[in-house]
């Protein structure tokens, strides 16, 4: 169920609840880029077989939530924190796929004591780091998108109202096309024939009902310090990443290996961005209950 909550500063919260509403522990899932909190509609079944609340919030700017602008992969905690006092949720686990691995990796570094697990699925490492070459190995059609981010606000929002516009209708049988170099194969069979198509075409739809803000404010996220050191995080974390995403490439999961102490490896060969998920997905819900007192 999608409902409105209200963030501390007054800004309006886009948030799907469902799985096992008499849960007292949560499941938070932090969605990719661009999409919203509907993304995880689909995990519905699977929060509630595993006794978890759902819960996924749009971030600013996206869907129906407030856009909050000049905000940090940190920012989104304080809205976490919101979410779970009004439901009277005292722990959780997260997962942030994409572009939402540096969102949940923020509730495991800023909320050590209500964050059990964190799972970074296909996770954006921090740019700038001499280590790591954050567009090496994307997909052209990240490398000309990021590239642009650099060079600021203005330049992006003028970029995103020249491109941007046919995501805003997407159909599913569009999409695969429509990513281009961003998908392999194996990515191009889990949007077809494991539904994903579906379920992000619907999210890409209904992520742009208020603009572009939310998909400009997550590069300029991406481009700007997160707030955090991934190197403070102490909560257990999980890496999952495959050897032939387009995406977000291997080196971003082998980065976050090298500079999380706690976390530890799922690096998956012969999977993409999407194939991931979508073939381990209880793999991943287990990985994080194993961390839990249910």
């Not at 572009?212 to 996220?221: K, R």
Request: net charge negative; proline share 5%.
């Amino acid at each position: 169920m999608l409902r409105i909550f209200k963030a501390r500063d007054g800004r309006a919260l886009d948030v799907l609840v469902a799985g096992d509403t008499g849960s007292e522990t949560a499941l938070v899932c932090h969605h990719g880029t661009p999409s919203d909190a509907t993304l995880w509609s689909d995990w519905h079944q699977d929060a509630l077989k595993n006794k978890l609340l759902l819960i996924a919030i749009s971030r600013p700017g996206y869907g129906l939530s407030d856009r909050k602008a000049g905000r940090s992969a940190s920012s989104v905690t304080e809205d976490v924190e919101d979410v779970l006092d009004t439901l009277e949720i005292t722990q959780f686990v997260t997962v942030g796929w994409s572009g939402g691995g540096p969102h949940a990796l923020a509730c495991g570094a800023l909320l050590p004591h209500r964050c059990m697990a964190v799972s970074s699925l296909a996770g954006v490492g921090p740019f700038g780091e001499p280590d790591l070459n954050f567009l090496e190995g994307m997909g052209p059609e990240n490398v000309e998108e990021f590239g642009i981010a650099l060079k600021g606000e203005a330049p992006l929002r003028k970029w995103m109202e020249e491109n941007a516009e046919p995501y805003g209708t997407i159909q599913d049988d569009e999409l695969a096309a429509a990513l281009g170099g961003l998908v392999p194969e194996v990515d191009v069979i889990a949007l077809n024939e494991h539904g994903l198509a579906s379920v992000w075409a619907s999210s890409m739809r209904r992520c742009f009902t208020n603009g572009w803000n939310g998909w400009i404010d997550d590069n300029l996220v991406f481009c700007n310090h997160w707030g955090f050191d991934p190197s403070e995080i102490r909560v257990p974390v999980t890496v999952w990443q495959g050897n032939l995403d387009l995406m977000v490439p291997f080196t971003h999961g082998k980065w976050l290996l090298k500079h999380i102490p706690s976390a530890k490896p799922r690096l998956e060969m012969g999977h993409g961005h999407l194939s991931l998920v979508a073939n381990h997905r209880q793999a991943i819900i287990d990985d994080l209950t194993s961390h839990l007192q249910l």
